[in-house]
Each structure stands twice: as structure tokens, then as C-alpha cells.
């Protein structure tokens, strides 16, 4: 049985061996020991106080499979980006080139640093083990953070983004940066990855601020523009069904690319219900498993059945046990899948 919930420090050992496995381009697990130890501190104290609005708290959440106590996989929510460091991003934007005399007319796409201090909430830091992909089990633990989202949406901004893993080998070459970020920085793709954890002002201080017209960079870094690693593929098809859409924003490191969403448009946010668990029944026959998550600040999200009518619930035992749920107590619940 798998169940997503807050991190603890007793999961950091875990933890930590697990995000080894992950690979290049996933820069917010490029961290040390210490600094997961300190991410995982300062999400519990998000977790356990009250906000009344985002101001950029680190929210973790592990998967653990309850058959062996494993941590088997992580995601994060971070309430808001930018602030005293601003979020860096490249935005594609389109120039006019034209000539009366030659009779010719371009729109040439070109790439301007953009920065954010004021910036929306972010998802990100998704990895499972490989061991437990499939058969719906990332889409659980993606999906498991915007049944958090629906019930504290006070701790959220009005938008959410995720910035989608680009083209990275599995040796750590990047195109788009071999291309713009390298000529700059002179240091190769994972050093700069694993720098962002510490500090960003790196990018402010050596990223050119003008103007990189597209068509001047090599095929192979055009190509990657926008595009996203093949691993990440299914994770950005479950958030488009989410909502979630790329507009014109692309990671300054790799090209990915940003999407967006109206936090209150994201698919579980809007359609996820609560209600009052009435009774707890030994089983549910013909019930087709759904996202249900309990609605306290030790959050705890599984696949249950429940019957619900009128903000009224009855849950099965197993689910009760995952949740922590007792009657009396209230849930939120979705389906897994967009209908």
C-alpha cells in the first residue's frame, strides 16, 4: 500500500539515498545531505503553522510504500518563487525585421533573461523510483499536492508553474546550455545545476541581459528549445490534462519548457470535494478507487473507495487506517483521472 505525506527528518536517510538515483536535470534534488535535512526542517514548520498567504515555504511530501517502510518517492510545492532571489527565465519573444526595398518581411524569435521577484507558486522536485513506476503510481504522487493546494489554498499564489526538465544526456550535456549558458559561465552543465541550490545571484552577475536571437544559435540547440527530456514526457501530459500549458517561458539551463495554470483551474483543485467521513465500513464492493486525502496538517493523500452524498462520506478500513481517519473527521476527494 503506498501512501503520500509530509516529510519528516527520520525520512531525510531515505530520502537522501533515494534523489541519488535521479538524474541530470532534475536541479532541485542536486542538493547535499545538509541541505535536504534543511528543506525537510523548514517544510515542517510550514506545515505545522498558518499562513495567510505564500511567502515562498517549502512544502515536501514522500511516498512511502506501508508493506516495507521504504521511502519510494518525493515531490515538493514551493508557495512562491523569487523574492530576495528572483526566478530566472528565458521568454521567447517575436521581433519584426522588415525591408520596403528588398520586399521582405521577417518575425525573428529571440530569447530575453527574464526575472520575477514577485513571482507564483511552483511544483516541482517529482521523482520515484524506478521500481515503482507505472500503473498509475507518479500520476498519485503528482496529483497528491493539489489536493493539498484545494484545502490551504491560502498558502498558495493564484498562478502555479513547474518548470519541465529540457534535453540533458545521461552524462550531463545539455545543448541549449552548451550553446548560450557555457560561453558565459565557463563551468559545464551539472556544476551550474547544483550551483542554483546555493545561490542564483551567479546568474544575475554573468547571464548576458540583452537580447539572444534564436535563428544565431546551433540547429541542435533550436531543436531543443521548449522540448522536454523523454523521461519527463508522461509527467508533462498528466499536467496539461491537469490544465497546466506552455506559454513562453523556458527553463535559462536546459530550454525546457514553463508551464502555467490558475491555481484554481488546476483540474484537482476544482473539482476535489470535502466531506464528513460518517462511517467506516470493513469493505466497498464495485467501488472504483479515488484520490482521497485527510484535511489536517499532518496531510496524508492514498487511493481509497469511499461512497459520498451531501458532503457525506463512508470509507473502507484500509483507507481509514492509511489516512488516519476516524469518523468525524473530514476528506477531500478526486478522481485519479480527468473524466
Keep these: 500500500m ?3 505525506r509530509t516529510a519528516k527528518d527520520e525520512d531525510v536517510d531515505q530520502l537522501y539515498e533515494l534523489i541519488q538515483e535521479s538524474t541530470y536535470g532534475l536541479t532541485t534534488l542536486k542538493i547535499t545531505k545538509d541541505q535536504l535535512l534543511e528543506r525537510v526542517e523548514q517544510s515542517q514548520y510550514a506545515f505545522t503553522h498558518s499562513w495567510r498567504r505564500p511567502t515562498g515555504q517549502p512544502y515536501v511530501f514522500v511516498m512511502e510504500d506501508l508493506r516495507n517502510g521504504h521511502v519510494v518517492g518525493t515531490c ?17 519573444e ?13 518575425e525573428i524569435k529571440m530569447l530575453h533573461l527574464y526575472k520575477e521577484h514577485n513571482g507564483p507558486t511552483e511544483i516541482g522536485s517529482l521523482f520515484l523510483s524506478p521500481k515503482y513506476r507505472g500503473k498509475g503510481v507518479g500520476r498519485l504522487l503528482s496529483m497528491s499536492r ?7 489554498p491560502e498558502r498558495f499564489d493564484e498562478e502555479t508553474i513547474a518548470e519541465m526538465r529540457g534535453n540533458v544526456s545521461a552524462d550531463g550535456f545539455s545543448p541549449f546550455w552548451d550553446a548560450i549558458g557555457a560561453h558565459f559561465f565557463e563551468i559545464e552543465f551539472p556544476q551550474a545545476e547544483t550551483l542554483t541550490t546555493v545561490s542564483k545571484s ?3 552577475e554573468l547571464m548576458p541581459p540583452h537580447p539572444i536571437y534564436i535563428p544565431l544559435l546551433p540547429k541542435s540547440a533550436q531543436e531543443t528549445i521548449g522540448k522536454v527530456h523523454a523521461d519527463t514526457e508522461p509527467a508533462l501530459v498528466l499536467l496539461n490534462k491537469e490544465g497546466f500549458q506552455h506559454r513562453d517561458l523556458i527553463v535559462i539551463f536546459d530550454g525546457g519548457p514553463v508551464v502555467h495554470c490558475a491555481t484554481s483551474q488546476i483540474r484537482v483543485v476544482r473539482e476535489s470535494k470535502s466531506a464528513e467521513v460518517v462511517s467506516i465500513a470493513e469493505s466497498l464492493k464495485d467501488c472504483e478507487p479515488v484520490l482521497i486525502s485527510n484535511c489536517q496538517k499532518e496531510f496524508r493523500v492514498c487511493l481509497g473507495c ?3 452524498d451531501a458532503g457525506k462520506a463512508i470509507i473502507d478500513r484500509v483507507t481509514a487506517l492509511e489516512l488516519k ?3 468525524g473527521s473530514k476528506l477531500r476527494y478526486v478522481p485519479l483521472r480527468p473524466a
Design 94 to 106: 517575436t521581433s519584426i525585421h522588415q525591408s520596403k526595398m528588398l520586399n521582405v518581411r521577417r
Design 202 to 204: 551567479f546568474i544575475a
Design 146 to 152: 493539489f489536493l493539498y493546494m484545494a484545502e490551504f
Design 76 to 92: 515538493s510545492i514551493y508557495s512562491k518563487v523569487g523574492g530576495f532571489e528572483p526566478f530566472y527565465s528565458y521568454r521567447i
Design 306 to 308: 469511499l461512497t459520498a
Design 2 to 4: 503506498l501512501v503520500v
Design 325 to 327: 481517519l476516524k469518523v
